[in-house]
């Protein structure tokens, strides 16, 4: 048996190709679905089982595009949800042979009721379970969210999950080596660690979820506050009917600079700047925003919409497929074009542009004092909740595009955020909304606090 991690960036899912003798299975694939296909063809192997380990919320299944590549694969997923895809309903219990291993099913509501964890045992040295893909279930340090089904059944999911873990999942073995669907990073849980994979013992005796007793680990889960956004929802909806494949989505056009300056006055339409946050806000095309190629896999699902459509300013056009294939992840299709020598040729064209000015923790200290800058966290309220700046107010890059005309312009608006990438795309969808007296805390929330300025909370 011998397992490949993938790793989604920004979204930190982790979805897993796993070979034995001449037949392979995939776990959760990504949507850009090809990369599985070239392992398997290296691997000298046939993918004969996509898994789902449920219905995914915070990125769309790959599912449909693998098995585009792979028409040998049958999809497989849990019989408590009505998909519109798929080969194979899984029951609790049931069992695959792929190769060598045999795939055990466990149903482990909670995070989900149709959450699955796949148990496998790798005949050619034993029959005992080897490893566990624990899905949304268990994580290092950490476990699945309870949050997503339905804010009103949070206590009973958490029950639920509280079940799954102690009754189902824990007694498959301490020595089994579990490979969950999400890493350090990830907004499916609240610390997860930065190891990608772990062992039941080993978190049976450091997760400090594991360590608490039924009342406690309810309690402490309804009261556990996770970011949360709109796309969720669309992620969650595409997943149970299945989404499109990429080859029927339109092509990505060329578009030179009067073309894109027509597009960028479209009140529905976003160009996205993936360059380097300190780039854009020296100069930038008025009307983008910024989401820097490092920061997209997160971000777009959180500022970006479906009913829009997408266009990229880019630093190089080799990151055009990263770009393209982040939206594509999270649900966001309507991708027309990208920018003819991207920001260099709206240079070269003698275009408008614009800048963002940016301060410094002395800076914003002394501004503070003398009463002229009006400080927007753009963290999410549990964030800003735990600690904050003192005077300062909280509008979530999450919600921030519907609230900007609701805010306060009586000041300069200073964002600050932890690090200085989302207070940039902030202030960019600001300037987009009209709001022109804007300043970025490029330093950020831990920058302010090492200084030794203060915190409240």
């Avoid at 490893?131 to 999911?157: C, S």
């Avoid at 709109?230 to 029927?248: A, D, V």
């Avoid at 020296?282 to 009307?287: E, H, K, L, V």
Wanted: charge should be negative; hydrophobic fraction near 35%.
């Amino acid at each position: 048996m011998r397992i490949t991690t993938i790793r989604s960036e920004g979204l930190a899912a982790l979805s897993y190709f796993v070979s034995s003798e001449s037949e392979a299975m995939v776990i959760d694939p990504r949507r850009d679905a090809s990369f599985y296909q070239t392992l398997a063809a290296n691997s000298d192997c046939v993918i004969t089982h996509i898994f789902e380990t449920h219905r995914n919320e915070d990125y769309v299944s790959g599912s449909l595009e693998l098995q585009s590549y792979s028409p040998k694969a049958e999809i497989a997923h849990s019989k408590e949800t009505k998909f519109g895809y798929g080969d194979i309903d899984i029951a609790d219990g049931d069992i695959f042979q792929v190769g060598m291993m045999k795939v055990t099913c466990l149903n482990t509501p909670g995070h989900t009721d149709d959450s699955m964890c796949y148990i496998v045992a790798d005949s050619s040295v034993g029959p005992d379970p080897i490893v566990a893909f624990t899905g949304d279930t268990l994580f290092v340090n950490e476990v699945g969210r309870t949050d997503l089904v339905d804010i009103n059944k949070h206590e009973q999911m958490s029950r639920k999950l509280y079940s799954s873990l102690h009754e189902r999942l824990l007694p498959v073995g301490d020595d089994v080596i579990i490979h969950p669907a999400h890493g350090a990073g990830s907004v499916c849980g609240g610390a997860i660690g930065d190891r990608e994979f772990s062992t039941i013992g080993y978190e049976k005796k450091n997760n400090i979820w594991l360590s608490l007793d039924e009342d406690e680990f309810i309690a402490k889960k309804v009261n556990q506050r996770l970011t949360l956004t709109s796309y969720f929802k669309r992620c969650e909806k595409i997943n149970t009917e299945g989404p499109p494949l990429l080859s029927s989505l339109p092509s990505i056009e060329e578009l030179d600079v009067d073309e894109y300056d027509k597009l960028l006055r479209h009140p529905d339409h976003r160009g996205i700047d993936t360059r380097h946050i300190a780039d854009f806000l020296d100069s930038y095309i008025p009307g983008s925003i910024s989401i820097s190629l490092s920061n997209i896999g997160l971000l777009a699902g959180w500022v970006l919409r479906s009913d829009q459509t997408f266009t990229f300013i880019l630093g190089n056009f080799a990151d055009l497929e990263q770009a393209k294939n982040s939206l594509y992840r999270v649900g966001l299709d309507n991708i027309t074009g990208y920018l003819k020598d991207g920001f260099r040729g709206w240079l070269n064209s003698r275009k408008v542009v614009e800048h963002i000015p940016t301060l410094l923790p002395p800076d914003l200290n002394d501004g503070l004092k003398k009463n002229e800058f009006r400080i927007l966290d753009v963290r999410e309220s549990h964030e800003y909740d735990m600690e904050r700046i003192p005077t300062s107010s909280n509008s979530p890059l999450t919600r921030l595009d519907e609230e900007a005309s609701d805010l306060d312009t009586s000041k300069k608006i200073v964002t600050v955020c932890p690090s200085g990438f989302r207070s940039t795309t902030a202030a960019s969808i600001m300037k987009h909304n009209g709001l022109n007296d804007v300043a970025v805390f490029i330093s950020g929330l831990k920058k302010w606090k090492s200084n030794g300025y203060p915190v409240e909370g």
